[in-house]
């Protein structure tokens, strides 16, 4: 019987509401939730996809140790015991644990307790470090606490939207859509974009600064003067509710100068930079939404409080359609925060400067060995790990050694650890497979238990199906880890709802109203009730037990003072600076759409069709400069490290800067970890590293031949100088450069039974040959001077065909099938919607607006991330009519 499940998406932190059709423990379909106010039904392309991501060929299904599969008594007692040996011999900050935003808040409260309660060590962070830390810090500087004021409601109230360093339209679409919408209902709702790159989301925008990469604090620090010498300024607010501002001002006053001159500073016109600052002035109800941009620098708490300064001094905190508001990149970032899964972080929005705190959560946990300081962060605890300092390592739910910089200084630190434990789903990740235990946690559809979204707003992920093998949740693995450690009262929990009840019992604990963060309502919470819960957005407590929408509406903030605080800010530039060598200012980012390092979004074919390879946007004079043509080939030179990449000229990067994708890992490419080329420089308040800036060295790259290799299932280590792989319906492409060999001869090696059907041709130098064994086919590959387009998908799908008839063969070497039409490359991954159908919508059928095009392909009108796409080919069409 087919039943509908509500649970919540897995991937940013929008936090959208999902429904899920069930059958025979299988997710046949997902569809957003209506009733949930995050997403009001809608999907982005990659949730729409959960469902395609869930098979379990590539799971983890039961634990391993050396190599060799074990029961879980046996891998439970290899974890517990190899960490009590290494604290006996080093003691308790020679272990860590290195945990996730994709875990639950259960299972992040149980690590976080072990580690910092019972081992007696801070030295537990996440991955949260990498995109959000900066954002945590600047809200408690200002603030006096995380709290983020805002809600998702104010997008459909605010007249002025400005996203810094944000490109939402991929990377948060359900979001952006909503903000599209809003803007389509007042005449004057306007937004600024302010990012380097010409993204999607600049695109839309009503005014694009593409500010020179490091300026933001100084365009902050511009208007904040701006604002205080053309009465912008809310005297009355700042008076009553804040403090600083004296300061403030004259920092930003010495380092902003005239507006011509930080125009000039920021590669900004003048003129651009006064529309921005009027703007914002004469705008009361302006939300500033901020990301990775902003956060992922040396300075990126300054970066934040320069923008929480504007608000602050124009009383535009907190209000319905006004607030500075940080959007984190990961489901459950926020709940980490929560429970303190950031090292530098105590438990339940208490810290370790506060001697009283660590009593009250020692004294809460029963915790004899209660760590008394915090430990190492994200950069700082993998370089112990390669000094030796630390020992032994846990690593649940992330990919380490794709994601931080200098990545391949963290796989050396692994592969130098005396003991790695990974707990993941999938059986083989870059970090997986330096793990000397292996256990098999569940994934999405499987896990039970809470998240919370970017505007605090807890909501329910529930168990959808069984786990697959031997799966377990991650608290209880961390449980049942501490039993064995002889920690057996203060773990023994038997469901998620005991964990959920504890976590809301310490934020109630001794609080008083002194923390923001109260779910004193749901401290005797049942079964039941857990299992039914609603999303709301904390607190929850008696004075608000059905949640609050926005913070700080009274003036009144969690400072000593009880004011908020305007901090000044001196701008830095980035640490890295190109020279003669290194001549690039090298960005980093998410593509529209992937997640993260590709362990769930690379399994769906279709999520790889819109951008198939990790190709390095780069400004066509750069490109001149360096005698390179679209789609050439390139090598890439920075922190001791290499990759080899394809380029895409584009005159949406600033000259002087290119930009690669994060996604790509050794899994999936030779040579394309975006994140090894990023030397370790971080911010010295927050520890965050600096992601989104490092300066390259490049030169071309000419490989003899390259082309295509069509197999029914992926290689053990291929054999060519570069390469990148995409997983398709009935088996896997790769796309690859290198030395020039026979192809024939390669595939005669692999099966030597093989017929062949083949096309050369000598004057090019192109070959192609396509496999079969008794009439099945078994390889297609293709080699010559260049890659054409091809539509792969339809290669693919003939693996699993029993017999290839003779028109067949002949449309496998010529990449589609004669009666197929080419639709061209992706642009709705949703309807899967390529370019040609589209121009031949508005050529031959006279679509010209966005609206029209949906009507005819329904393109743009599921998660709206391609009406982008869809704006720029209408665009280019007027303009070549014209």
């Not at 801070?122 to 006096?144: E, H, P, Q, W």
């Not at 090598?635 to 290119?658: F, M, P, W, Y």
Request: hydrophobic fraction near 40%; proline fraction near 5%.
């Amino acid at each position: 019987m087919k039943r509908v499940c509500e649970t919540t998406c897995p991937y940013c932190g929008v936090g959208c509401g999902v429904q899920a059709t069930v059958q025979d423990d299988r997710v046949l379909a997902v569809s957003g939730d209506e009733r949930h106010p995050a997403n009001r039904g809608r999907l982005c392309v990659k949730g729409s996809a959960l469902h395609e991501t869930l098979s379990h060929e590539a799971r983890l299904l039961h634990p391993e140790i050396q190599g060799q599969r074990a029961d879980w008594d046996a891998a439970i007692a290899a974890v517990a015991e190899g960490l009590k040996e290494t604290i006996r011999l080093y003691g308790p900050d020679s272990v860590a644990f290195y945990v996730s935003g994709q875990l639950l808040t259960e299972d992040y409260y149980v690590a976080n307790k072990l580690m910092k309660g019972f081992i007696g060590s801070g030295n537990i962070d996440t991955n949260s470090r990498l995109c959000m830390s900066s954002a945590v810090a600047g809200y408690k500087r200002a603030f006096g606490s995380d709290t983020v004021p805002g809600s998702y409601e104010d997008i459909d109230s605010a007249d002025l939207m400005v996203l810094i360093g944000s490109n939402a339209a991929w990377t948060h679409p359900v979001l952006f859509q909503r903000m599209q919408a809003a803007r389509q209902k007042g005449e004057n709702r306007r937004m600024v974009v302010i990012d380097p790159r010409r993204t999607a989301t600049a695109g839309s925008a009503d005014l694009h600064l593409p500010l020179r990469p490091g300026t933001d604090a100084l365009l902050f620090n511009g208007l904040l003067v701006w604002l205080a010498d053309h009465g912008g300024l809310d005297t009355g607010y700042v008076e009553a509710h804040t403090e600083g501002l004296g300061a403030a001002l004259a920092t930003a006053r010495r380092a902003a100068g005239s507006l011509e001159e930080l125009a000039d500073e920021c590669g900004l016109a003048v003129s651009d930079v006064h529309t921005f600052y009027q703007w914002f002035a004469r705008t009361p109800r302006t939300v500033s939404f901020y990301s990775m941009g902003i956060n992922q620098s040396t300075s990126g708490v300054d970066k934040s409080n320069a923008i929480i300064n504007v608000h602050l001094a124009t009383g535009r905190v907190g209000q319905p359609g006004a607030s500075p508001f940080s959007i984190t990149g990961q489901p459950n970032a926020m709940g980490g925060r929560e429970v303190g899964g950031l090292s530098n972080q105590l438990a339940a929005h208490m810290d370790w400067d506060d001697p009283e705190a660590i009593d009250r959560v020692a004294r809460f946990w029963n915790a004899a060995n209660m760590a008394q300081e915090p430990g190492a962060m994200a950069t700082e605890l993998f370089e112990r790990v390669h000094s030796g300092a630390i020992r032994a390592v846990w690593i649940m739910a992330t990919n380490p050694v794709v994601s931080m910089p200098e990545a391949a200084r963290v796989r050396e630190a692994l592969a130098q650890c005396d003991l790695v434990v990974v707990s993941d789903c999938m059986a083989h990740t870059d970090t997986m497979d330096l793990a000397h235990i292996r256990l098999p946690a569940t994934g999405w559809s499987e896990k039970d238990g809470t998240v919370t979204n970017s505007e605090r707003r807890i909501s329910r992920q529930r168990a959808l199906v069984k786990p697959a093998g031997e799966a377990r949740h991650d608290w209880w693995i961390i449980s049942r880890v501490a039993q064995a450690m002889g920690f057996d009262e203060a773990f023994g929990y038997q469901a998620p709802v005991d964990i959920f009840r504890e976590h809301a019992q310490l934020t109630a604990y001794e609080n008083n109203g002194t923390r923001d963060l109260d779910l004193a309502v749901w401290a005797d919470i049942t079964a039941a009730e857990y299992q039914a819960l609603t999303p709301l957005q904390w607190p929850v407590n008696d004075q608000w037990p059905m949640g609050r929408t926005r913070w700080f509406q009274d003036g009144r903030f969690n400072t000593p003072s009880r004011r908020g605080r305007l901090f000044p800010v001196q701008p830095r530039p980035p640490q890295s600076a190109p020279d003669s060598v290194q001549r690039y200012r090298f960005n980093t980012g998410r593509l529209r759409d992937q997640w993260h390092t590709m362990t769930r979004t690379g399994l769906a074919a279709r999520l790889t069709s819109h951008v198939s390879e990790p190709r390095l946007a780069m400004h066509p004079e750069d490109a001149g400069r360096e005698g390179l043509q679209d789609r050439d080939w390139v090598c890439l030179r920075s922190a001791g490290q290499a990759a080899r990449v394809r380029i895409e000229i584009t005159k949406d990067q600033r000259r002087g800067d290119v930009f690669l994708p994060i996604h790509w890992t050794r899994q999936y490419a030779s040579q394309a970890v975006a994140s090894s080329l990023v030397p370790t420089r971080i911010d010295p308040i927050s520890g965050q590293p600096e992601l989104k800036h490092a300066v390259i060295q490049l030169e071309p790259w000419q490989p003899e031949v390259q082309g295509y290799c069509w197999l029914p299932e992926p290689l053990q280590g291929p054999p060519w100088a570069a390469w990148f792989r995409r997983d398709l319906e009935g088996g896997t492409l790769y796309q690859w450069a290198g030395n020039r060999f026979s192809a024939r001869q390669w595939l005669e090696a692999r099966s030597p039974e093989a017929d062949f059907q083949i096309y050369s041709d000598a004057g090019s130098g192109a070959e192609r040959v396509a496999a079969f064994v008794q009439g099945q086919l078994k390889a297609v590959i293709w080699l010559g001077q260049a890659l054409p387009d091809i539509a792969p998908e339809w290669i693919a799908e003939q693996f699993s065909s029993e017999t290839i008839d003779a028109a067949t063969r002949r449309d496998l070497l010529a990449g589609r099938s004669s009666g197929v039409p080419d639709v061209g490359p992706m642009i709705c991954s949703c309807h899967q919607i390529g370019r040609f159908q589209i121009e031949h919508a508005i050529l031959a059928e006279g679509c010209c607006s966005v609206e029209a095009l949906g009507r005819e392909l329904r393109c743009g009108t599921q998660c709206g991330s391609c009406i982008p796409d869809l704006r720029d080919l209408l665009q280019a069409n007027a303009e070549g009519e014209a």
